[in-house]
Structure formats: C-alpha cells, structure tokens
C-alpha cells in the first residue's frame, strides 16, 4: 500500500536522524528516496545535512528525475537511485551512506562478500563491492545495474554503501546490517582469523528464508573462494565440516 505522502516524508526524515546520528555519514553526504506513486519519488536535497533536512524540503521527482515539486534540487546521485528503481519493480526505497568501516573495507580492498554471519546470510546473502565510479558521474548507474538485479545490499568501491527495500526502514536497517557485520569482520581479522559457514549451513539458511517467504534478493558467493570484489589479492576459503562429523 501506498503512504500518505506526509507520513513519506516523516519517514524519509527519520530515517535521515537516524543515519547521522549513527555516523553513518558526515555533513552533507548521503542520499535517501522513495517512492511516492508508481511514477512518483521523494529525494533527499542535495547539500544539505541529514541532521538538519526538513520535510519541506525533500523533492518530489518523476520516474526520469525530472523535478515536478520542491524549491531546492534532488541530490546529486539521484541518477544511482534512478538506475535501482528501473532494475527493481519490488524495491520501494533506497539508502545511500557512507559508513566508516565498511567503506574501509573497500578502499583497503578487502571483501565483504564470504558467508560469515548466519543473520546475514538469512537477510542479506552475500555483500559484493561494485567497481569504482566517480560520485555523481554517468558512470555510477552503470556499476550498481548488474548488481542491484541480484542483492538488497552493495558496497560502492571507496564510496560507501547501496542498500534497498520495501520501504525506507528496511532500506535503512540493511545498512546498519552492513556496516555491523564490517564492525564484527574487522574484529576477526585483527584476531586474526576468519571462519566461512560451511557450504551446507548456508543451503540451509536458504532452505528456511524461502520456508519464511522472507522478500528481497539475495546472491550467495560461489564457495568463497573467490573475492567478490574488483581488484582484491586477499582470498577466504570457505570451512568446510568433516566428513563423518
């Protein structure tokens, strides 16, 4: 169903609290639409904090970006957020941040893609890193498009995190899933060890998601194996049980 706009616009709000106030951007950086109608969407202004943007004033747009209600301008990675909403007919909202450490990751060139944690598997699957575009370049739909069609989440080679959903909360509570499961990966390896699920917890994991009729797209890595990301030399090999145990 379809929100009264003024409850839209209160939720893109929040949600924009919600992303300073975690550091999950800094100044003017970070981008958040809706939609509003199926030819309709609401954007974030460009250059205006998200710990100071009001609900008067975020930007009524349509399907091409052309603005059609606002004084100010949508942000300037509204061709990014157009790029997702033409690949995905069941995305709703989108969320774009840049959280500190799994920003990191990619700018060290390190993956998030192996299967790890249970619950981000179940919700997110695996998490690959797009190639590199400028920030608000021509070029930044063209690295999302074969992505986004696959996962609910990706990380932008040195530009931070993509994530979509149903609706702006769930678009949003995939990048606190991100960037947590950052927090607990860089933990590991300054312990110095990371351990994969086994192939078989993760078909499982799959198995009771599809059970659930839990929504969204998810993408497994092929074994990881491989690393899921343009340009790393680090490799983890999936653990696998022993036969017999």
């Known amino acids: ?10 939720d893109l709000i929040r949600v924009c609290r919600l992303m300073y106030e975690n550091r999950f951007v800094a100044a003017t950086d970070g981008n958040v639409s809706a939609k ?7 954007f974030t202004p460009s250059g205006v904090s998200k710990a100071l943007v009001t609900e008067e004033q975020l930007i009524v747009t349509d399907m091409a970006g052309r603005k059609v209600r606002g004084i100010q301008e949508p942000s300037s990675e509204i061709r ?9 007919d069941d995305v709703r909202a989108v969320v774009h941040a840049h959280p500190p450490i799994a920003t ?13 944690l249970p619950e981000v598997v179940f919700h997110l699957g695996t998490i690959p890193t797009s190639a590199y575009a400028t920030p608000a370049s021509p070029q930044g739909p063209g690295v999302v498009r074969d992505l986004i069609r696959k ?11 993509l994530t979509v959903g149903e609706d702006v909360f769930k678009a949003y509570f995939k990048l606190e899933k991100v960037e947590n499961y950052a927090q607990v990966m860089l933990i590991a ?3 110095g060890n990371v351990r994969t699920l086994p192939t078989d917890e993760v078909e499982r994991l799959m198995q009771t998601r ?3 009729g839990i929504t969204g797209r998810v993408t497994m890595c ?17 653990t696998r049980k022993p036969r017999g145990k």
């Open 1 to 10: 169903m379809t929100k009264h706009e003024s409850d839209l616009r209160r």
């Open 36 to 42: 509003l109608t199926d030819d309709r969407l609401l």
């Open 80 to 88: 990014m957020h157009l790029a997702v909403y033409e690949e995905r």
């Open 104 to 116: 990191a990751f990619t700018v060290a060139g390190v993956s998030l893609a192996p299967c790890v």
């Open 151 to 161: 996962c609910d989440a990706i990380l932008l080679d040195r530009h931070g995190t």
């Open 189 to 191: 390896r300054q312990l």
């Open 210 to 212: 599809r059970q659930l």
């Open 222 to 238: 092929m074994g990881c194996d491989v690393s899921g990301m343009p340009g790393e030399t680090g490799r983890i090999r999936r």
